[in-house]
C-alpha cells in the first residue's frame, strides 16, 4: 500500500471509523531536469532574500501575508496552528446527497480511505453498505494545509473514496466566455447527433498516452545512440479556414464508421443551405404536382375506358361476321 498522506477518523454520526488517506492516483508523465546546456550540469533553485541578496535556509524562512507592496503582515505556524478547527484530525459527514446534484467540476483530487486498524473494519463496513444501498455519496469536511475542504465520499469497487471538492465561491461563472447565438438547422443537429451515437463507446479503458510512448521512445534512442524515431505525420489542418458544418459532420460520420469497421460506403454529402421562408412555394410546387398527377391518372383511365370501347367494337363486328357466314353455309 502507498505511504499514508495523512491520518484521522471519518465522523459518521456518533461513529468513529480510524482511516488512513492515501492517494488514488499516481503520476506518469515523464519530468526534466534542467540544465546546463555546455556541460549538462543540473541547474539548482536557491532562495534568495530579495532585500540583502543571500540565499536563505529553510530555518530562516516564514509566512507573511502581503497587504500591499508595502506592507506584509507576519504570521507564524504557532499563530495558525491556535487557530480553532474542528475537523483538524477528522472527515465529518455533514449530508449525503444524490451524485447526479454534484457538478463535476468541483471534484478535484481523489483519494483512498483506508482502514487503520482492525478496529475500523465494522464500522467502515457500515458506511460502504449504506453508501450503496442508499445510491448516495457522502458530503465531508475536513483540513487539509492548514484549511478546511469540502470532500465528496463514494464506494469504488469496495473501497471508499474521498474526492476533495472546490467551494462553490471558488468556480468561475462560464457566462462571458458562451458564444452569441447562432442558428442551426434540425438536420444539422441530427446529423451530430448520429455522430455522437457513432462515436459511442462502452468503456474509455482502452485509450493510452500517445505523446508519452512517443517520448519514452525518443529518450530511449538518445540513451542507446540509435537512431532518432521518425515523427508520426498527421493531418495539418488549415487555420482560420471556415468549411461546411454539414459536411464536416458527414465526413466525421463516414470516418467514425470505417474506423469502427462499419464500412461508410461513399464520400459525404454537401447540403445547401436554404432559408426556411419558402414554404408557400414549396406547398404550391406541391400542390402542382397533386394536380399534374390528377390529370395524368384521368386521361390515362379515359384512354383506358376508350381502347376498352375499340375492343367492344372489334368484338362485335366479329360475331356478325360469323352469323352471315352460317347463314350463307345454311342456304
Known amino acids: 500500500m502507498p505511504r499514508p498522506l495523512w491520518t484521522g477518523a471519518i465522523s459518521f454520526g456518533l461513529v468513529t471509523i480510524p482511516v488512513k488517506v492515501v492517494s488514488a492516483t499516481q503520476d506518469h508523465s515523464i519530468h526534466f531536469r534542467q540544465v546546463h546546456l555546455e556541460d549538462l550540469g543540473r541547474v539548482r533553485t536557491r532562495k534568495v532574500c530579495e532585500l540583502d541578496g543571500e540565499a536563505l535556509s529553510q530555518d530562516e524562512i516564514g509566512k507573511g501575508y502581503e ?25 465529518e459527514i455533514v449530508a449525503f ?28 463496513t457500515l458506511l460502504r453498505r ?7 455519496v457522502a458530503v465531508a469536511k475536513f ?12 464506494v469504488r469497487e469496495g473501497a471508499i473514496v474521498l474526492h ?10 462560464p457566462e462571458s466566455l458562451a458564444p452569441r447565438q447562432v442558428e442551426l438547422d434540425d438536420d444539422e443537429i441530427d446529423r451530430a447527433v448520429q455522430l455522437t451515437d457513432t462515436m459511442a463507446l462502452d468503456s474509455i479503458a482502452g485509450f493510452r498516452d500517445a505523446y508519452r510512448d512517443a517520448l519514452e521512445e525518443l529518450i530511449a534512442a538518445k540513451s542507446e545512440g540509435r537512431e532518432l524515431p521518425e515523427p508520426a505525420e498527421g493531418e495539418e489542418q488549415e487555420e482560420g479556414k471556415v468549411v461546411d458544418l454539414m459536411a464536416a459532420l458527414n465526413a466525421s460520420v463516414e470516418a467514425a464508421k470505417e474506423s469502427r469497421g462499419e464500412g461508410g460506403g461513399g464520400e ?7 432559408p426556411r421562408k419558402k414554404t408557400a412555394s414549396k406547398k404550391a410546387a406541391s400542390s402542382g404536382k397533386a394536380t399534374t398527377g390528377r390529370k395524368a391518372d384521368a386521361s390515362g383511365k379515359t384512354s383506358g375506358r376508350k381502347a ?3 375492343k367492344t367494337t372489334a368484338a362485335k363486328g366479329t360475331t356478325g361476321a360469323k352469323r352471315t357466314a352460317r347463314k350463307r353455309s345454311a342456304s
Not at 446534484?101 to 473494519?121: E, F, H, K, M, T
Not at 483540513?143 to 463514494?154: K, P, Q, S, T, V
Open 308 to 310: 376498352g370501347a375499340g
Open 143 to 154: 483540513a487539509w494545509h492548514n484549511r478546511e475542504r469540502l470532500g465528496l465520499l463514494r
Open 130 to 136: 449504506a453508501l450503496e444501498r442508499s445510491d448516495k
Open 67 to 91: 497587504l500591499s507592496k508595502e506592507q506584509t503582515v507576519p504570521i507564524t505556524d504557532e499563530e495558525l496552528d491556535r487557530i480553532p478547527l474542528p475537523t483538524a484530525k477528522a472527515i
Open 268 to 274: 459525404a454529402t454537401v447540403h445547401e443551405m436554404r
Open 97 to 124: 446527497v444524490d451524485a447526479d446534484s454534484v457538478d463535476p467540476i468541483r471534484i478535484s483530487d481523489s483519494y483512498y480511505l483506508a482502514i487503520d486498524g482492525q478496529v475500523a473494519a465494522k464500522p467502515y
Open 164 to 173: 476533495s471538492m472546490r467551494w462553490p465561491d471558488e468556480i468561475r461563472s
